[in-house]
Protein backbone atom coordinates (compact mmCIF):
# COMPACT_ATOMS: atom_id res chain seq x y z
CA UNK A 1 0.00 0.00 0.00
CA UNK A 2 1.09 3.57 -0.62
CA UNK A 3 2.91 5.60 2.08
CA UNK A 4 0.96 8.85 1.72
CA UNK A 5 -2.00 7.09 1.68
CA UNK A 6 -1.37 5.02 4.99
CA UNK A 7 -0.31 8.39 6.25
CA UNK A 8 -3.79 10.34 5.59
CA UNK A 9 -5.73 6.77 6.76
CA UNK A 10 -3.35 7.41 9.73
CA UNK A 11 -4.06 11.19 10.51
CA UNK A 12 -7.77 10.51 9.68
CA UNK A 13 -7.86 7.34 11.96
CA UNK A 14 -5.88 9.59 14.99
CA UNK A 15 -8.15 12.42 14.55
CA UNK A 16 -10.98 11.27 14.59
CA UNK A 17 -10.38 8.74 17.65
CA UNK A 18 -9.15 11.76 19.63
CA UNK A 19 -12.76 13.14 19.09
CA UNK A 20 -14.26 9.90 20.55
CA UNK A 21 -12.14 10.34 23.71
CA UNK A 22 -12.90 14.27 23.87
CA UNK A 23 -16.83 13.28 23.99
CA UNK A 24 -15.87 10.76 26.45
CA UNK A 25 -14.08 13.15 28.66
CA UNK A 26 -17.17 15.45 28.39
CA UNK A 27 -19.51 12.66 29.27
CA UNK A 28 -17.22 11.70 33.03
CA UNK A 29 -17.27 15.56 33.18
CA UNK A 30 -20.78 16.01 32.88
CA UNK A 31 -22.08 13.30 35.21
CA UNK A 32 -19.35 14.21 38.20
CA UNK A 33 -20.03 17.91 38.06
CA UNK A 34 -23.13 18.76 35.85
CA UNK A 35 -20.68 20.62 33.14
CA UNK A 36 -17.83 20.13 31.50
CA UNK A 37 -15.07 21.76 34.81
CA UNK A 38 -11.91 23.09 32.62
CA UNK A 39 -9.80 22.16 35.58
CA UNK A 40 -10.99 18.29 35.85
CA UNK A 41 -11.55 18.40 32.28
CA UNK A 42 -7.84 19.22 31.43
CA UNK A 43 -5.52 18.55 34.38
CA UNK A 44 -7.28 15.30 35.27
CA UNK A 45 -9.01 13.80 32.32
CA UNK A 46 -5.89 14.50 29.39
CA UNK A 47 -3.24 13.49 31.79
CA UNK A 48 -1.07 11.60 29.19
CA UNK A 49 -1.74 8.84 32.28
CA UNK A 50 -5.20 8.70 31.87
CA UNK A 51 -5.79 5.87 29.72
CA UNK A 52 -8.12 5.21 27.16
CA UNK A 53 -9.08 1.89 29.08
CA UNK A 54 -9.91 3.69 32.24
CA UNK A 55 -12.08 6.27 30.21
CA UNK A 56 -13.73 3.25 29.01
CA UNK A 57 -14.37 1.36 32.06
CA UNK A 58 -15.46 4.48 33.87
CA UNK A 59 -17.84 5.28 31.27
CA UNK A 60 -19.16 2.01 31.66
CA UNK A 61 -19.69 2.35 35.03
CA UNK A 62 -21.42 5.48 34.94
CA UNK A 63 -24.22 4.75 32.38
CA UNK A 64 -27.00 2.46 33.32
CA UNK A 65 -28.29 0.54 29.89
CA UNK A 66 -25.07 1.16 28.30
CA UNK A 67 -24.79 -0.26 24.57
CA UNK A 68 -22.79 -3.20 24.99
CA UNK A 69 -22.56 -3.26 21.27
CA UNK A 70 -21.20 0.24 20.57
CA UNK A 71 -18.67 -0.49 23.53
CA UNK A 72 -17.45 -3.68 21.52
CA UNK A 73 -17.15 -1.40 18.23
CA UNK A 74 -15.45 1.52 20.52
CA UNK A 75 -12.60 -1.06 21.41
CA UNK A 76 -12.44 -2.10 17.72
CA UNK A 77 -11.80 1.46 16.82
CA UNK A 78 -9.27 1.79 19.72
CA UNK A 79 -7.39 -1.74 18.37
CA UNK A 80 -7.56 -0.08 15.08
CA UNK A 81 -5.91 3.48 16.24
CA UNK A 82 -3.29 1.55 17.98
CA UNK A 83 -2.43 -0.39 14.79
CA UNK A 84 -2.57 3.16 12.86
CA UNK A 85 -0.70 4.90 15.60
CA UNK A 86 2.00 1.84 16.31
CA UNK A 87 2.50 -0.20 13.77
CA UNK A 88 4.56 1.50 10.85
CA UNK A 89 8.10 -0.56 10.73
CA UNK A 90 8.22 -2.28 7.33
CA UNK A 91 10.37 -5.79 7.51
CA UNK A 92 11.92 -6.59 4.04
CA UNK A 93 12.90 -10.19 4.22
CA UNK A 94 16.33 -11.49 2.53
CA UNK A 95 18.87 -9.01 1.50
CA UNK A 96 17.29 -7.90 -2.04
CA UNK A 97 16.72 -4.19 -1.41
CA UNK A 98 14.50 -4.23 -4.01
CA UNK A 99 11.47 -5.91 -2.39
CA UNK A 100 8.36 -4.33 -1.11
CA UNK A 101 8.87 -4.17 2.59
CA UNK A 102 5.42 -5.63 4.56
CA UNK A 103 4.41 -4.26 7.81
CA UNK A 104 3.77 -7.41 10.47
CA UNK A 105 0.97 -7.97 12.65
CA UNK A 106 1.89 -7.77 16.79
CA UNK A 107 -0.79 -10.19 17.42
CA UNK A 108 0.05 -12.73 14.28
CA UNK A 109 3.85 -12.18 12.65
CA UNK A 110 2.73 -14.48 10.25
CA UNK A 111 0.45 -12.37 8.53
CA UNK A 112 0.68 -8.50 7.31
CA UNK A 113 -1.63 -5.58 8.76
CA UNK A 114 -4.01 -4.57 6.15
CA UNK A 115 -4.29 -0.92 6.69
CA UNK A 116 -6.81 -0.73 4.14
CA UNK A 117 -9.00 -3.00 5.63
CA UNK A 118 -9.16 -1.88 9.14
CA UNK A 119 -9.56 2.48 7.50
CA UNK A 120 -12.88 0.93 5.86
CA UNK A 121 -13.66 -0.90 8.79
CA UNK A 122 -12.16 2.19 11.08
CA UNK A 123 -15.07 4.64 8.95
CA UNK A 124 -17.80 1.65 9.07
CA UNK A 125 -17.81 2.24 12.99
CA UNK A 126 -17.18 5.53 13.70
CA UNK A 127 -19.93 7.84 12.67
CA UNK A 128 -22.65 5.52 14.83
CA UNK A 129 -20.15 5.10 17.98
CA UNK A 130 -19.83 9.11 17.61
CA UNK A 131 -23.99 9.51 17.19
CA UNK A 132 -23.90 7.46 20.61
CA UNK A 133 -21.38 8.91 22.59
CA UNK A 134 -22.61 12.23 21.73
CA UNK A 135 -26.26 11.42 22.61
CA UNK A 136 -25.30 10.00 26.23
CA UNK A 137 -23.52 13.57 26.32
CA UNK A 138 -26.87 15.19 25.49
CA UNK A 139 -29.16 12.85 27.68
CA UNK A 140 -27.01 13.80 30.84
CA UNK A 141 -27.52 17.56 29.87
CA UNK A 142 -24.24 18.32 27.96
CA UNK A 143 -24.99 20.49 25.12
CA UNK A 144 -22.79 20.47 21.63
CA UNK A 145 -21.68 23.35 20.19
CA UNK A 146 -22.13 23.37 16.39
CA UNK A 147 -18.95 24.02 14.04
Aim: glycine share 4%; net charge negative; with cysteine.
Amino acid sequence: MDKDKISKYRAEVIERFINIETIINAIISQRYFKRVENSFYFEVLYDEYFSFGLKRNILKKIIENIDNQKIEDLNRLNRIRNYFAHCNQEIIEGTDKTQKGKVLDPRNIEKEIDFEALYSEFTEKVGSVEEYLAKLYQDLGGVLEKE
